[in-house]
């Protein structure tokens, strides 16, 4: 059964960090560029990062120079590294995988439609 699996999610306070990971089953996220994206209560799925098969690597300007994302294909993992987390970052925080991407170096960062694999999501939630 092909699916990706979310971990790290949590309660932080804000100016935190969590780390989340996703991660496959049954088919390997080498070959496929992936995608974080989040939704509020209330608001429309919106892109946060991707990282394409070659490693280039997209971010909303909510989230840039807070947050990092890389890929290890040889642990078939990737990474979002989430720093300086703010109230405004609470959402569920889902990875997807695009198996035709367009060239090694795109990714979709804003784009849900071209993901074929998606995560059930972990919460993150910052709060004092």
């Known amino acids: 059964q092909v699916q990706l699996v979310e971990s790290g999610g949590g309660s932080v306070q804000p100016g935190g960090s969590l780390r989340l990971s996703c991660a496959s089953s049954?088919?390997?996220?080498?070959?496929?560029?992936i995608g974080w994206f989040r939704q509020a209560p209330g608001k429309e799925r919106e892109g946060v990062s991707c990282?394409?098969?070659?490693?280039?690597?997209y971010y909303a300007d909510s989230v840039k120079d807070r947050f990092t994302i890389s890929r290890d294909d040889v642990k078939g993992t990737v990474t979002l590294q989430m720093n300086s987390l703010k109230p405004e970052d609470t959402a569920v925080y889902y990875c997807?995988?695009?198996?035709?991407?367009?060239?090694?170096?795109?990714?979709?960062?804003?784009?849900?439609?071209?993901?074929?694999?998606w995560g059930q999501g972990t919460q993150v939630t910052v709060s004092s």
């Open positions: 049954g088919f390997t996220l080498a070959g496929y560029a």
């Open positions: 990282v394409s098969r070659d490693g280039s690597t």
């Open positions: 997807a995988a695009d198996r035709d991407s367009r060239s090694d170096n795109y990714c979709s960062g804003t784009r849900p439609s071209p993901y074929d694999y």
